[in-house]
């Protein structure tokens, strides 16, 4: 358990990454916050932290099960995410095209919390850098020493923490940043963010020792 405690920090600072690379998730909170409120907001968070930790549950009850017979396995998930992470930044990149890039937040809100939390919840589980990060990343933080499963259940349970308060934060910032946020060009901007956020977690993911 100690050896677990060891990396949490350094795993918080990845997921923190993470989550502030703009991206499926911070459109849908933008459009939440904006169009519906902070309520709804923080309703959808709540969904999309809970689709991080189902990540993880399967990633833990899977993965454990398939590394714990092969490495090579291991190795090929972890070349697979990296390829699934550059392809996610390149189709970012095509994005720029569009007025908005990828960040069109027009259109109506979910405001209840059972169709806001759905929304949440939803855009996670869709989300195939939310896949790729459960099923590639976590495991390498994992210290030999520690059991497999339930170290990537317990770090994604980090990671929708992090998530959360990162989002928390994002949405008390909304009203006060909502003209600036609604120009294309800052859009824009924020779509090829996104997409160099992406490759160098694909490059951390590339260099990062196998377990």
């Known amino acids: 358990m100690i050896d677990l405690l060891k990396v949490i920090p350094a795993f918080a600072l990845t997921a923190f990454v993470l989550a502030v690379v703009p991206g499926q998730g911070v459109a849908m909170v933008l459009r939440q916050s904006l169009v519906g409120g902070r309520r709804a ?8 932290s809970t689709g991080l930790i ?4 399967m990633s833990s009850v899977g ?8 490495h090579l396995a ?4 972890k070349y697979a995410g990296v390829a699934f992470l550059v392809g996610l930044a390149i189709q970012t990149l095509f994005e720029l095209r569009n007025q908005y ?30 896949a790729v990060f459960a099923v590639a990343f976590i495991p390498q ?5 520690f059991s497999l499963g339930w170290g990537i259940f317990i770090l994604a349970c980090v990671q929708a923490s992090v998530s959360s308060a990162w989002y928390s934060s994002l949405i008390s910032a909304v009203n006060k ?15 090829g963010v996104s997409a160099v956020g ?3 977690l694909a490059l951390g993911l590339l260099l990062s020792s196998p377990r």
């Open 141 to 145: 933080f994992v210290p030999k020493t």
């Open 54 to 57: 189902i990540w993880g549950a």
């Open 198 to 200: 992406i490759l160098f």
């Open 177 to 191: 940043a909502s003209v600036f946020l609604a120009r294309p060009r800052v859009r824009r901007a924020l779509t």
């Open 63 to 70: 993965l454990s099960a398939i590394f714990a017979k092969s």
């Open 74 to 77: 291991f190795s090929i998930l």
């Open 41 to 48: 907001a923080l309703y959808s968070v709540l969904g999309n």
């Open 101 to 130: 890039g990828k960040f069109e937040i027009e259109g109506s809100a979910k405001t209840s919390f059972i169709p806001a939390f759905r929304l949440g919840l939803l855009t996670n589980l869709t989300n195939v850098k939310a």
